[in-house]
């Protein structure tokens, strides 16, 4: 999980229409002032029908790139349990909930753009090829044209590079990482960077040099088109100003990936 090239260009995504019903838990509106992708919860981990459609309606409006962030079947636990489903369901679902959310897009005057996992299924596919394959067997399913986020590296970016499918691999500034390039999980401590002016500054060195300092202190080279700012933590909204503000002052470019 390695990259010998940095980038003058990323793209910004967060993870949005994390509500249900009367639960909001996303400041989609101001997020989308700032990024270039949404990736919107498709009803599985999070998200609703109004909810879905509403997160279209102001992306197409500002010109932000809608993507299907697939789950497991888990709203109880926000995606983030895990759990074993069969190939051939994880499959549907996968497509059902690509589907879904194309309706949305396609009545705000766009299209699903891309697709990214989220949770724990996201970490499951990083290593385990029967799942990562259910899920590009989704992908294919709905569009097969459908470029797919992930962890540089991960099984999934692979087998969907062999199925035909553009990857996109992504990059986490608030997250901690393993000496392997992998995600160090939620449930150990440190797991999440909270200091402020630590993910701005990981922000610029993962842009533009390709590389983040590890759980255990040593720079490892992560390679990354896109760069993921989490919409459910603590000041999200002036976070992701100032990580966008500090990329540009440090002359890279905030774009969508082609």
């Given at each position: 999980m390695t990259a010998t090239t940095a980038t003058t260009a990323i793209d910004l995504n967060a993870d949005l229409g994390e509500g249900f019903?009367?639960?909001q838990l996303t400041d989609d509106e101001q997020l989308l002032?700032?990024?270039?992708?949404?990736?919107?919860?498709?009803?599985f981990h999070a998200g609703d029908a109004a909810t879905m459609r509403r997160v279209c309606e102001l992306a197409a409006e500002r010109g932000v790139r809608i993507g299907a962030q697939v789950s497991y079947r888990d709203l109880?636990?926000?995606?983030?349990?895990?759990?074993?489903?069969?190939?051939?369901e994880l499959a549907a679902e996968v497509a059902y909930q690509i589907g879904a959310l194309e309706v949305f897009?396609?009545?705000a005057g766009a299209r699903v753009a891309y697709v990214k996992p989220h949770g724990a299924l996201y970490n499951r596919?990083?290593?385990?090829?029967?799942?990562?394959?259910?899920?590009?067997?989704?992908v294919l399913l709905a569009d097969a044209a459908l470029?797919?986020?992930?962890?540089?590296?991960?099984?999934?970016?692979?087998?969907a590079r062999k199925a035909g499918?553009?990857?996109?691999?992504?990059?986490?500034?608030?997250?901690?990482?393993?000496?392997?390039?992998?995600?160090?999980?939620?449930?150990?401590?440190?797991?999440?960077v909270c200091d402020p002016d630590a993910v701005v500054e990981r922000s610029v060195s993962l842009a533009r040099l390709g590389r983040v300092t590890s759980h255990?202190?040593?720079?490892?080279?992560?390679?990354?088109?896109?760069?993921?700012?989490h919409g459910d933590t603590p000041g999200a909204v002036e976070l992701a100003r100032r990580v966008r503000r500090r990329l540009e002052e440090s002359g890279v470019r905030v774009e969508a990936f082609a």
């Open positions: 019903g009367r639960w002032s700032v990024v270039s992708s949404a990736n919107v919860a498709c009803g109880a636990g926000f995606g983030r349990r895990a759990m074993d489903v069969p190939s051939a897009a396609r009545a596919v990083v290593h385990d090829e029967e799942q990562a394959g259910a899920v590009v067997d989704g470029p797919v986020l992930g962890l540089p590296g991960s099984r999934l970016l692979e087998l499918l553009p990857t996109v691999p992504e990059a986490f500034a608030d997250r901690a990482y393993t000496e392997a390039g992998t995600l160090v999980p939620r449930g150990q401590a440190g797991a999440v255990a202190g040593s720079s490892i080279e992560v390679r990354a088109r896109s760069l993921c700012l």
